[in-house]
Structure formats: C-alpha cells, structure tokens
C-alpha cells in the first residue's frame, strides 16, 4: 500500500481540498479519495503520514454504516475491490486507491457546515472568552475552556471559499433554507453527534465538537454527505487527559503540534506557509496516533500491510 501525496487518477477531478481529492465518477456518483496530506495550524505540511488517508476513508465508513439507522448518508462502499470492479477506469490503480477511497451518491451539498459542540473549544471558545456569546448569541456566564455543555450546542457556520468559516446563528441558516429544514438538519445533527460521541466516549475518546455536512440528491432527499466523525472533522480527545480551564491535547495531531509549537516558541517557524521538514520520529508518531484511534473507535486492525 503506497503512502499518497496526492492522488491523480483517471477520473474528471471535481476538487481538491487541503487532504482529499473528489472525483466525479458519473451523474451520479463522486469519488472520495483521502490522501496521506496533513494540516496543522492551517497549514498542509510537505512530508505524508502513512496510513492517515485510510484511516479518514475507514472511520467514516464505519460511521456511515453504523449510525445508518440513525440517518442516511451518501456511502455506497469504501471497498477497493469493489470500487474498482465497478469503474473500469480505475482497473490497475488499486494500489493508489487502497483503503482510502470512498464511492458516494453526488448530492447538491447543503451550504451550511452543520457543527455540534459538546465542549467549549476552538473558535466557540475565543468568540466566548472575548464576548461571552456564540454566533452573537449569550451562552451561560462562568465556563471554562474546554467545559463540558450539556446540552450539546448546535453552532452551524457558512462554507467559506478561503479563509475562515463564519459562526452563524440558526437564525440565519432558517432564513436561508427554511425553518423546516433547518430545523431538520438541526435535529439530525444532534442524533449524529451523540451517537457518534456515546459510541466514542465507551471507548476512551471525547468527542469534543464534530463537523456535519448535509447534500440533497435529485429526488429531494437529504443525506449525510463528505466526512463523518474523523479525526480531520471532529477534536478527539483522550478521555484520561481531559482537565477543563485549558486546550486539551489532541488525540491524533498532539506529536506533531507539539513539534510545530516548539518551533514557533525558538523562533525556527512563523506559523505560516511553507512548512517546516517534520522529522521522521514525528511523522511515526502521528501515523501511530491516528491507528490508534482506528483501533478504539472501530475495534478494529485497520486492514492491509502495515
Ligand atoms: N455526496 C457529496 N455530494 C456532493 N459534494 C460532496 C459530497 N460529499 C462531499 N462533498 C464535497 O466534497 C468537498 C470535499 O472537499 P474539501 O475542500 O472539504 O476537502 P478537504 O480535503 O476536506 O479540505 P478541507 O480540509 O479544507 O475541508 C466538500 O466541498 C464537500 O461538500
Ligand atoms: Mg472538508
């Protein structure tokens, strides 16, 4: 199995994104395909992390297919075999594709980011410590970074081109789509998160927040679409560490942030592009950590050579 800087495939791309390229595949199906790229502080760093593409593509399966009954999504298959048997076109490429590639029903995507937060972080956190307020709207006096919110927040924020996504109110998303389904996506998106966080939370990982996106198909069905419950679209948290009133370290980028900031503090990077060498020592480490989490969510090797 190859480690992938960035797929190329005989395929019309549809786009290609900071970690993964889509492919159309036909009027109605798109080719997911993650890469073993990774992004720390907004910035793509140059060296692969082996495994990494696989384990986005494996765990977002296995959610797709476990949280089916909760709602559907656009997953057709994340099996190789399967997807090359059934594009023609990608006959000897198995290699490239192994593990990390998913065939999806193509949806006219929702243009909301549908995000859940069980605990303050992130951006939530720097709009509360600054104003006490998220998407302008006050939230209890008194919380800590990283505290616990019970219940969940619903915080869904516009798909920005370049640069940062905007926090909005649901408000907003209801005058552009509709009460109904706003309020719709809303409800799903709670469903998904505590599933996926229940699920998550037996297994020694928080799920801190977790980033939805929804698609309609050409029938008028809304489904679950792009990515679900990974490492690259949700903060996991090693439940043992959690400790409110700081930043908690991540699950899967905790090595490699903790290189990177070491850089910044001597001064050896400034935080932005082109990113520094990543050692050999943290590339390991971070493909170990991202196993790792495989492993407890799935309960599960993830398959193929190591
Ligand atoms: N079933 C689907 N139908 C239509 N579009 C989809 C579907 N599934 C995912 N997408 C779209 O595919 C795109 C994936 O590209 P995106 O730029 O998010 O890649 P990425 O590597 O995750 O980058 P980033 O880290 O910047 O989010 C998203 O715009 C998403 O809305
Ligand atoms: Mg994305």
New binding site residues.
Partial sequence: MSTVTESRLPLPL?????????YEVDAKH?L?V?SD?V?AFDVVMRQPIPRKGAVLTQVSAFWFEQLAPVFPS?YVTARTEEIVERIPRLAGRADEIAGRAML??????VPFECVVRGYLSGSAWAEYRAHGTLAGEPLAAGLLESARLEPPLFSPAT?AESGHDENVPLARMAATLGPEIAGALRDASFAVYRAGRDHAAARGIIVADTKL?F?TTAEGTL?L???LLTP??SRFWPADRYAPGRSQPSFDKQPLRDYLAGLRSAGAWNGEAPPPPLPAEVVDATSRRYLEAFRLLTGAELGGPA
Avoid: C, M, N
Wanted: proline share 3%; net charge positive; glycine share 6%.
């Fill in positions: 549809f786009r290609r994104g900071k970690v993964r390229e889509v798109l997911l993650a790229r992004s656009h999806v029903r193509r949806t006219a995507p798909k996106e698609g489904l679409i792009d990515e690259d679209s």
